[in-house]
C-alpha cells in the first residue's frame, strides 16, 4: 500500500483526499515508477480545487508531471533503478498523474532523468522547462544568432516565458520581456536577464499588417492578439515560436508577416513532439540552466499538504515553485 492526492467527484463538486492504494488499482503501462517529486503549479490547483475542467475523469490523481525511480519495466530502454522524468501525456487529466508515491506510465512517455539535474531540480524545471527549452531551441535551429537582434518573450513572468529568458540571456541574446504588471516584475525579469520590459497592454492593441521591425525572433506564449502583435513586428527571415493559447484561440493577422517577411510560425507542443527530442530538450536544460535558477524560491511540501497550497495558488498567494515531496 501507498499514499496517493485522489480527486474524487460528490454532488459535483471535486473533493480531494489522502488515501492509501495499492498497485492493482493504478491504470495501465509499460513502467511501474517510485515517485520522489511531483510539481504543484496553476493547473494542478484547478484541478485539486474544481475550478477549472482539467479532470476528464474520476477518480483521478493528479500532478501533471514526475520524477523517479523505476521499479519494474516490460520495456528494454529502462531498467530497474533508472531515474526517468515525465512531463504532459495527460497525467492527471485522464491518467492518474504524479501526486501519488507509485505511478504505472507508458514507456514512450518518459525520458531519462539528465545526471546534471536532481530529481528535485527536474520538478523545480518540469513541463514549463521543457516547453522553454524547446522554444529556444526552435530559434537555434531556424539559425538565430545573437547578434541578429533581440529576442521578444511574451508572458515573461509565467514558468515558460521566465525559463525561456534566462536561457536565452545564458546564450547571450538581448531579451524583450512582455509582462501583464511591468512594474511589479521589472526587478524580477531584470534579473533574469532582460533588457527591456514591455507592457503587455502595449502588445493587446490591434495590430497593424506590419509594423516597425523590432525582434530577430519570439517566444510566445499568449497567443491571439498579442501573437499577432508579435508577427508583426519580426525582422525578415525571423522565427516565432509559439506555445501557449492563454489569450485564446483567434490569431487576427493576415498572411502578409509570413509573405512580404518571410517570417516563420513555428508551433511548439511538449507533448507531440518526438521522444528523442525530448530527450535532446532535458539534456539541454541540465547543461545551460544556471545554478542561480535553482536558488530561487521553492516550496518543498508534503502531500498532505497539497490540497492547501492547491488553494493558495489560486488565490496568488504563492510565488515561485511549489515541488511536492513523495
Same mark, same amino acid.
Given at each position: 500500500m501507498?499514499?496517493? +492526492?485522489?480527486?474524487?467527484?460528490?454532488?459535483?463538486?471535486?473533493v480531494?483526499?489522502?488515501?492509501?492504494?495499492d !498497485?492493482?488499482? $493504478?491504470?495501465d503501462g509499460?513502467v511501474?515508477?517510485a515517485?520522489d517529486?511531483?510539481?504543484?503549479?496553476y493547473?494542478?490547483?484547478?484541478?485539486?480545487?474544481?475550478?477549472?475542467?482539467?479532470?476528464?475523469e474520476f477518480?483521478m490523481v493528479?500532478?501533471?508531471d514526475?520524477?523517479?525511480q523505476?521499479?519494474?519495466s516490460d520495456?528494454s530502454?529502462?531498467? !530497474?533503478?533508472?531515474h526517468?522524468?515525465l512531463?504532459g501525456?495527460?497525467v492527471?487529466?485522464t491518467?492518474?498523474g504524479?501526486m501519488?508515491?507509485?505511478a504505472?506510465l507508458?514507456?514512450d512517455? +518518459?525520458v531519462?532523468?539528465?545526471? *546534471?539535474?536532481?530529481p528535485?531540480?527536474?520538478?523545480?524545471?518540469?513541463?514549463a522547462?521543457l516547453?522553454?527549452m524547446l522554444?529556444?531551441?526552435? $530559434?537555434l535551429?531556424?539559425?538565430i544568432?545573437? !547578434?541578429d537582434?533581440?529576442?521578444?518573450? #511574451?508572458?515573461?513572468?509565467?514558468?515558460?516565458?521566465?525559463i /525561456?529568458?534566462?536561457?536565452? *540571456?545564458?546564450?547571450g541574446?538581448?531579451v524583450?520581456a512582455v509582462?501583464?504588471?511591468?512594474?511589479?516584475?521589472? @526587478?524580477f525579469?531584470?534579473?533574469?536577464? /532582460?533588457? !527591456?520590459?514591455?507592457?503587455r497592454? @502595449?502588445?493587446?492593441?490591434?495590430?497593424?499588417?506590419?509594423?516597425?521591425?523590432g525582434? *530577430?525572433?519570439a517566444?510566445?506564449?499568449?497567443g491571439s492578439k498579442v501573437?499577432?502583435?508579435? +508577427?508583426?513586428?519580426?525582422?525578415?527571415?525571423g522565427?516565432?515560436? @509559439?506555445c501557449?493559447? @492563454?489569450?485564446?484561440?483567434?490569431?487576427p #493577422?493576415s498572411v502578409m508577416?509570413?509573405? $512580404?517577411?518571410n517570417?516563420?510560425?513555428?508551433?511548439?507542443?511538449?507533448?507531440?513532439?518526438?521522444?528523442e527530442k525530448?530527450?535532446?530538450?532535458w539534456?539541454?536544460l541540465?547543461n545551460h540552466?544556471?545554478?542561480?535558477?535553482?536558488?530561487?524560491?521553492?516550496h518543498?511540501?508534503s $502531500?498532505?499538504?497539497?490540497p492547501?497550497f492547491a488553494?493558495?495558488?489560486?488565490?496568488?498567494?504563492?510565488?515561485?515553485?511549489?515541488?511536492?515531496k513523495l
Amino acid at each position: 500500500m501507498f499514499n496517493a +492526492l485522489v480527486l474524487k467527484q460528490e454532488n459535483k463538486q471535486t473533493v480531494p483526499s489522502i488515501e492509501q492504494i495499492d !498497485e492493482s488499482q $493504478l491504470p495501465d503501462g509499460d513502467v511501474l515508477v517510485a515517485v520522489d517529486y511531483s510539481s504543484l503549479n496553476y493547473k494542478d490547483g484547478l484541478a485539486i480545487t474544481g475550478q477549472g475542467k482539467i479532470i476528464r475523469e474520476f477518480p483521478m490523481v493528479p500532478g501533471i508531471d514526475l520524477v523517479g525511480q523505476v521499479l519494474r519495466s516490460d520495456d528494454s530502454r529502462y531498467q !530497474e533503478g533508472d531515474h526517468v522524468v515525465l512531463t504532459g501525456w495527460g497525467v492527471g487529466e485522464t491518467h492518474w498523474g504524479g501526486m501519488a508515491q507509485k505511478a504505472r506510465l507508458k514507456a514512450d512517455w +518518459l525520458v531519462p532523468l539528465p545526471n *546534471a539535474l536532481t530529481p528535485k531540480q527536474a520538478m523545480m524545471v518540469g513541463t514549463a522547462g521543457l516547453t522553454a527549452m524547446l522554444c529556444v531551441r526552435a $530559434l537555434l535551429d531556424a539559425n538565430i544568432k545573437p !547578434e541578429d537582434g533581440p529576442i521578444l518573450v #511574451t508572458g515573461a513572468s509565467g514558468g515558460v516565458g521566465s525559463i /525561456a529568458i534566462t536561457l536565452l *540571456a545564458q546564450l547571450g541574446y538581448q531579451v524583450g520581456a512582455v509582462t501583464g504588471r511591468a512594474n511589479e516584475n521589472q @526587478a524580477f525579469l531584470k534579473a533574469l536577464g /532582460a533588457s !527591456e520590459i514591455i507592457e503587455r497592454s @502595449a502588445m493587446e492593441t490591434p495590430a497593424k499588417p506590419l509594423e516597425k521591425q523590432g525582434w *530577430a525572433g519570439a517566444i510566445d506564449t499568449v497567443g491571439s492578439k498579442v501573437l499577432a502583435k508579435t +508577427l508583426s513586428q519580426v525582422q525578415y527571415g525571423g522565427t516565432v515560436a @509559439a506555445c501557449g493559447l @492563454a489569450g485564446g484561440f483567434d490569431l487576427p #493577422t493576415s498572411v502578409m508577416p509570413f509573405i $512580404l517577411r518571410n517570417v516563420r510560425l513555428q508551433g511548439i507542443d511538449s507533448v507531440s513532439c518526438p521522444r528523442e527530442k525530448r530527450i535532446a530538450a532535458w539534456e539541454a536544460l541540465a547543461n545551460h540552466l544556471p545554478e542561480s535558477y535553482f536558488e530561487q524560491a521553492c516550496h518543498e511540501i508534503s $502531500l498532505s499538504e497539497t490540497p492547501e497550497f492547491a488553494q493558495k495558488i489560486i488565490k496568488g498567494q504563492i510565488s515561485g515553485r511549489t515541488v511536492i515531496k513523495l
